[in-house]
């Protein structure tokens, strides 16, 4: 079959095949898809660069799939073959960026009507992060929430959840993508390249870090009420992760934890994790005309650098996504 490979790592080093192996019959809960569309991550990029080798050493990268089911293990309960599903999958598995590719059903939800593959493979893992992060905050409507980030795949996202839980929303971008990020429903915008959101002292009730900044936490405490919350889904790291950045990492949560208990402030730090009920909410966001997908490009499978580089540049507008065709 078709799809991306690396042997070794560095973007460089990825490489189109045609004579990939295809994954084995799926056994218990697992599920083959035939891959329509695969959407990429910043995650694809750090583990195609070697950041993460501590954590996972995928061949074939990819963890977002939109596609159609194929065969089923004998323990699927939810698909049967012909069903058009997406999901996100372990990401030390991943495999998603070639034609078929197995994930465990726990991952997967069935596409709502109306979603095509593409638009659909732009959605799972960073709306399940958006979704995780504000139901961590305990957004109530009515509450000013400060989405970091909100032009990203994460934030653009969580501009859209936050706006459909009742909050009012307020996100920092560049300049440039102000409209673009009222036009998912923020009410008003920050340039961070302009101003420093700890200025608005005491104005949000949430803080939700998509960027993942050290400043942002001290300007943060100083943006929020009393008895506000600051979530981070984010680390902002270039290199590997090794040991050391893990304890400084590590130290960085300990320090919040400590820092936000005497601030009056309360800290949470989350991290993706895949899910078919939190896709299904996603799911039915959507259905209700809250949600829609945001997709900035798509590329054919063949135009996998270009990807790769626009995602490593840290400026997408909301998701790029593989379009994968059949030989
Ligand atoms: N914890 C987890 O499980 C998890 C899962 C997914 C992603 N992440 C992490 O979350 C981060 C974001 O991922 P993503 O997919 O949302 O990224 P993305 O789609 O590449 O978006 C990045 C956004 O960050 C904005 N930005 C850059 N510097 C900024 C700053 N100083 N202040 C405000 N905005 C800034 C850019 O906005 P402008 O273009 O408007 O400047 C851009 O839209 C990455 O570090 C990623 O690794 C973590």
Redesign the pocket.
């Given at each position: 079959m078709r799809g991306l490979f690396y042997e070794r790592y560095g973007l460089e080093a990825i490489r189109l095949r045609d004579d990939l192996p295809l994954p084995a019959q799926p056994i218990l809960s697992q599920v083959r898809i035939q891959v329509k569309a695969a959407g990429l991550?910043?995650?694809d990029v750090?583990i195609a660069k070697g950041y993460v080798s501590m954590f996972t050493s995928i061949k074939v990268p990819g963890l977002d799939v939109a596609g159609e089911v194929v065969a089923i293990g004998p323990a699927v309960t939810r698909f049967k073959v012909g069903d058009s599903v997406y999901g996100s999958t372990d990401f030390r598995q991943g495999g998603t960026f070639a034609e078929v590719v197995l994930v465990d059903e726990q991952y997967l939800s069935h596409i709502p009507k109306g979603l095509s593959f593409s638009e659909a493979a732009s959605i799972p893992?960073?709306s399940e992060?958006a979704l995780q992060a504000l139901k961590a905050a305990d957004v109530q409507p009515g509450e000013s929430v400060l989405i970091?980030?909100g032009?990203?795949?994460?934030?653009s996202a969580a501009i859209q959840l936050a706006r459909a839980m009742g909050a009012r929303v307020t996100a920092?971008?560049?300049g440039g993508?102000s409209e673009f990020c009222k036009s998912l429903g923020a009410d008003k915008t920050i340039d961070?390249t302009m101003e420093n959101f700890g200025e608005r002292a005491g104005e949000f009730d949430i803080v939700v870090d998509?960027?993942?900044?050290a400043e942002h936490f001290t300007q943060a405490k100083s943006a929020l009420k009393r008895r506000g919350r600051f979530v981070s889904?984010?680390?902002?790291h270039d290199g590997p992760m090794s040991v050391g950045q893990i304890f400084v990492f590590a130290a960085t949560i300990v320090y919040r934890l400590c820092s936000s208990f005497f601030s009056s402030i309360s800290f949470s730090n989350?991290?993706?994790s895949s899910s078919h009920i939190l896709l299904e909410e996603i799911s039915k966001f959507y259905s209700d005309g809250k949600f829609k997908p945001v997709i900035e490009a798509e590329y054919k499978l063949e135009q996998f650098r270009e990807a790769f580089l626009r995602?490593e540049s840290?400026?997408?507008?909301g998701k790029s996504v593989l379009v994968l065709t059949l030989n």
């Open positions: 991550n910043q995650a750090k893992l960073v992060l970091l980030g032009s990203g795949g994460t934030g920092t971008c560049s993508n961070y998509t960027v993942g900044k889904t984010a680390y902002d989350v991290n993706a995602q840290n400026r997408t507008r």
